[in-house]
């Protein structure tokens, strides 16, 4: 509401109070030209003063702190960067440790279809049971002490199915060298493909006394997780890698150890060279304070070549780790040595060390999915010298100010005492002025208590006037703002709506309708780019018996769950959606036929390792829209592999013709 006309601020009710304008002008002249200028040469001064005695110091340990700060969180994020690929490895792992577990589950008494020709197998004259021929596949090998008998020639022959896995991996992650699975009758199977691999790893080898086997068996590992090796040389001819592992059981047998290698020419280029690291100088240290990987730049820090490459004299026999001279403590430089293992001791985040050339900042960071650390090194020298440099150069700019502005001050009070009449009488008759043609401007003026005016009569109306017009002004956009509010309202309740209608109730994934319209664009758009596009359509195997024999609620809690492991677990491209009663579809925008059936697959294991109150499983069928063909034919061959899979027992991936 506006304030009356008639009521008026106690200043304006005593005008004994006002100064003229003129008289105010000639003091603000004083107040903003000649004092600031001497309280400006007084802080120059002081800032000169306070600059040459208190600041490097005080500068160098503000920028160190800083520095810290940054530097730790550059380390942090750099170590999630390597997590995030290695925990990528160790997915890869998952995958291939159960697609063995499932082949070896099969029974032994037929011979499983191949896609490669059929493996040729020979034996040397030391016993060793090997491929001989190069199929495309994987290498195998079999110890020449161990009895080749039925069950030694089925793992031979059928494993052959998993070859496209074995080069899947490989060749699509740039990371991984070699995939392979030793069993527990010292049988390899390894990809890239060895030719005579009995040159590689002599006529006896007992897998069950490498590394690569003994710390994922039931005694190091009896969580049956995936475990990562440090660095050791590979007795397959790779040179020095690191290995993640798995334990293959069927039931709780251990059948033997599945392993994707990394060489330690690739770990370094492509996990500890990158530009989000921050820091040329970087390592991975493991359990046993044992340096796994190093960049170029640490390893002439640290006066160590770094380990890749290999030339092989002989066969590796047992488990060879790097040399001691690799150990933290046995480092050339004892006294770095000594102060990285009380920073770790200490479980300090950062810390300053001093080198023989230059100081760093030493970081650590947990690798959480192994028990590596990563060890970042930061180079001071520059910084802190840019920093001395800066300092002396602002000190040089404050030293000329002072000189400036006391010469100013000399020069400028002669002629303000000059100017300030002529600048009184010159601004007082247009204030005037304005002062009277704002009093036109509404019809009741608000009351100016509250709004100091510096005492002057003519400002005072000026801010009664505009004050009025201000209140008007805020009444109006009030009315604007429930205006924008209200609309903004029916929008959102639309787009609920509009939600509502493409999401299912119950799984809060999308609706079969929303399926078929995304499914129509993607159809279109891959036939417009050239693009591949798969769909999955997947059933819950015998959810009717879940429903009969543990009610409709414990058949929607299992949809519930279906669909959240389902939505948690596809990649952000795809398009997941619950397709009408326990069956759900999975649209893969620039997915290949092979691409989706891997995917597929881990889809399937994953709902079948799920705890549940009862067992659940998936039966997956999976087709790509082929050329010039409709959408809902491509989903009419997924549901006919679907069937496939439903009547080939269940639980199972089948891949549409």
Request: net charge neutral; with cysteine.
């Given at each position: 509401?506006?304030?009356?006309?008639?009521?008026?601020?106690?200043?304006?009710?005593?005008?004994?109070?006002?100064?003229?304008?003129?008289?105010?002008?000639?003091?603000?002249?004083?107040?903003?030209?000649?004092?600031?200028?001497?309280?400006?040469?007084?802080?120059?001064?002081?800032?000169?003063?306070?600059?040459?005695?208190?600041?490097?110091?005080?500068?160098?340990?503000?920028?160190?702190?800083?520095?810290?700060?940054?530097?730790?969180?550059?380390?942090?994020?750099?170590?999630?960067?390597?997590?995030?690929?290695?925990?990528?490895?160790?997915?890869?792992?998952?995958?291939?440790?159960?697609?063995?577990?499932?082949?070896?589950?099969?029974?032994?008494?037929?011979?499983?279809?191949?896609?490669?020709?059929?493996?040729?197998?020979?034996?040397?004259?030391?016993?060793?049971?090997?491929?001989?021929?190069?199929?495309?596949?994987?290498?195998?090998?079999?110890?020449?002490?161990?009895?080749?008998?039925?069950?030694?020639?089925?793992?031979?022959?059928?494993?052959?199915?998993?070859?496209?896995?074995?080069?899947?991996?490989?060749?699509?992650?740039?990371?991984?060298?070699?995939?392979?699975?030793?069993?527990?009758?010292?049988?390899?199977?390894?990809?890239?493909?060895?030719?005579?691999?009995?040159?590689?790893?002599?006529?006896?080898?007992?897998?069950?006394?490498?590394?690569?086997?003994?710390?994922?068996?039931?005694?190091?590992?009896?969580?049956?997780?995936?475990?990562?090796?440090?660095?050791?040389?590979?007795?397959?001819?790779?040179?020095?890698?690191?290995?993640?592992?798995?334990?293959?059981?069927?039931?709780?047998?251990?059948?033997?150890?599945?392993?994707?290698?990394?060489?330690?020419?690739?770990?370094?280029?492509?996990?500890?060279?990158?530009?989000?690291?921050?820091?040329?100088?970087?390592?991975?240290?493991?359990?046993?304070?044992?340096?796994?990987?190093?960049?170029?730049?640490?390893?002439?820090?640290?006066?160590?070549?770094?380990?890749?490459?290999?030339?092989?004299?002989?066969?590796?026999?047992?488990?060879?780790?790097?040399?001691?001279?690799?150990?933290?403590?046995?480092?050339?430089?004892?006294?770095?040595?000594?102060?990285?293992?009380?920073?770790?001791?200490?479980?300090?985040?950062?810390?300053?060390?001093?080198?023989?050339?230059?100081?760093?900042?030493?970081?650590?960071?947990?690798?959480?999915?192994?028990?590596?650390?990563?060890?970042?090194?930061?180079?001071?020298?520059?910084?802190?010298?840019?920093?001395?440099?800066?300092?002396?150069?602002?000190?040089?700019?404050?030293?000329?100010?002072?000189?400036?502005?006391?010469?100013?001050?000399?020069?400028?009070?002669?002629?303000?005492?000059?100017?300030?009449?002529?600048?009184?009488?010159?601004?007082?008759?247009?204030?005037?002025?304005?002062?009277?043609?704002?009093?036109?401007?509404?019809?009741?003026?608000?009351?100016?208590?509250?709004?100091?005016?510096?005492?002057?009569?003519?400002?005072?109306?000026?801010?009664?006037?505009?004050?009025?017009?201000?209140?008007?002004?805020?009444?109006?956009?009030?009315?604007?703002?429930?205006?924008?509010?209200?609309?903004r309202l029916i929008e959102e309740k639309a787009k609920l709506y509009q939600r509502l209608a493409n999401t299912d109730q119950l799984t809060s994934l999308y609706n079969r309708k929303?399926?078929?319209?995304?499914?129509?664009?993607?159809?279109?758009?891959?036939?417009?780019?050239?693009?591949?596009?798969?769909?999955?359509?997947?059933?819950?195997?015998?959810?009717?018996?879940?429903?009969?024999?543990?009610?409709?609620?414990?058949?929607?809690?299992?949809?519930?769950?279906?669909?959240?492991?389902?939505?948690?677990?596809?990649?952000?491209?795809?398009?997941?959606?619950?397709?009408?009663?326990?069956?759900?579809?999975?649209?893969?925008?620039?997915?290949?036929?092979?691409?989706?059936?891997?995917?597929?697959?881990?889809?399937?294991?994953?709902?079948?390792?799920?705890?549940?109150?009862?067992?659940?499983?998936?039966?997956?069928?999976?087709?790509?829209?082929?050329?010039?063909?409709?959408?809902?034919?491509?989903?009419?061959?997924?549901?006919?592999?679907?069937?496939?899979?439903?009547?080939?027992?269940?639980?199972?991936?089948?891949?549409?013709?």
């Open positions: 509401m506006l304030p009356p006309k008639s009521s008026q601020s106690s200043t304006l009710n005593n005008p004994a109070k006002l100064i003229s304008l003129d008289t105010s002008i000639r003091q603000m002249i004083i107040n903003v030209s000649v004092y600031p200028l001497v309280l400006g040469l007084l802080l120059f001064t002081s800032l000169a003063i306070l600059l040459s005695v208190y600041a490097t110091p005080v500068a160098e340990r503000a920028l160190l702190n800083g520095l810290k700060a940054s530097v730790v969180g550059l380390s942090q994020k750099a170590a999630a960067l390597i997590d995030s690929q290695l925990r990528e490895v160790s997915h890869l792992v998952v995958l291939f440790r159960a697609s063995h577990e499932h082949y070896l589950s099969l029974s032994r008494h037929t011979d499983l279809p191949l896609r490669a020709p059929e493996p040729q197998f020979s034996t040397n004259a030391d016993g060793v049971f090997f491929k001989s021929a190069d199929n495309g596949g994987a290498g195998m090998y079999y110890s020449g002490d161990t009895e080749i008998g039925a069950e030694q020639r089925w793992k031979a022959r059928n494993l052959e199915g998993l070859d496209t896995l074995y080069k899947s991996i490989v060749q699509t992650n740039p990371t991984v060298a070699q995939a392979y699975f030793n069993s527990w009758d010292n049988m390899n199977r390894i990809y890239p493909y060895i030719a005579n691999p009995a040159l590689r790893f002599g006529p006896v080898m007992h897998m069950q006394d490498f590394n690569f086997y003994y710390l994922a068996d039931q005694q190091h590992n009896p969580e049956r997780r995936v475990v990562w090796t440090s660095a050791y040389l590979d007795p397959a001819g790779m040179g020095w890698v690191v290995s993640a592992l798995s334990p293959v059981y069927r039931n709780d047998f251990l059948e033997g150890v599945v392993g994707l290698d990394i060489g330690l020419a690739a770990l370094v280029d492509n996990l500890l060279v990158d530009e989000h690291i921050g820091s040329k100088k970087v390592f991975l240290l493991d359990g046993q304070q044992r340096i796994v990987a190093m960049s170029n730049d640490m390893s002439e820090l640290l006066g160590l070549p770094e380990l890749s490459g290999h030339t092989y004299s002989e066969k590796v026999s047992s488990t060879q780790y790097k040399p001691d001279s690799y150990r933290l403590d046995s480092l050339q430089d004892q006294q770095l040595a000594k102060r990285l293992a009380q920073f770790l001791q200490n479980d300090e985040q950062v810390a300053r060390i001093a080198g023989q050339q230059h100081d760093h900042l030493v970081t650590q960071v947990k690798i959480p999915s192994t028990d590596w650390q990563f060890i970042m090194f930061y180079e001071l020298s520059d910084v802190l010298q840019s920093q001395q440099d800066m300092l002396s150069l602002v000190k040089k700019l404050v030293w000329g100010l002072v000189l400036i502005v006391a010469m100013a001050l000399l020069l400028y009070i002669p002629y303000v005492q000059r100017r300030r009449a002529w600048y009184a009488k010159t601004l007082a008759e247009p204030i005037n002025k304005l002062a009277s043609l704002t009093s036109e401007i509404g019809q009741r003026p608000l009351s100016v208590d509250e709004i100091q005016a510096g005492g002057i009569r003519e400002l005072q109306t000026l801010v009664g006037n505009f004050a009025h017009m201000s209140a008007e002004l805020n009444q109006r956009t009030d009315k604007l703002v429930k205006a924008v509010t209200a609309k929303f399926l078929d319209t995304v499914l129509r664009q993607e159809g279109v758009r891959a036939g417009r780019y050239g693009d591949a596009l798969s769909v999955l359509l997947m059933d819950v195997d015998r959810f009717k018996q879940i429903n009969d024999n543990y009610g409709h609620l414990a058949g929607d809690t299992v949809l519930k769950r279906v669909a959240r492991t389902l939505k948690n677990s596809v990649r952000a491209s795809d398009v997941l959606g619950r397709w009408g009663g326990e069956e759900f579809l999975l649209i893969c925008p620039k997915t290949s036929l092979s691409e989706a059936a891997i995917l597929a697959d881990k889809l399937r294991a994953l709902i079948e390792e799920q705890s549940m109150e009862m067992p659940v499983t998936l039966s997956v069928g999976v087709a790509q829209l082929q050329e010039s063909e409709k959408t809902e034919h491509t989903l009419g061959r997924a549901d006919k592999a679907l069937y496939q899979a439903k009547a080939s027992g269940r639980n199972k991936v089948c891949v549409a013709d």
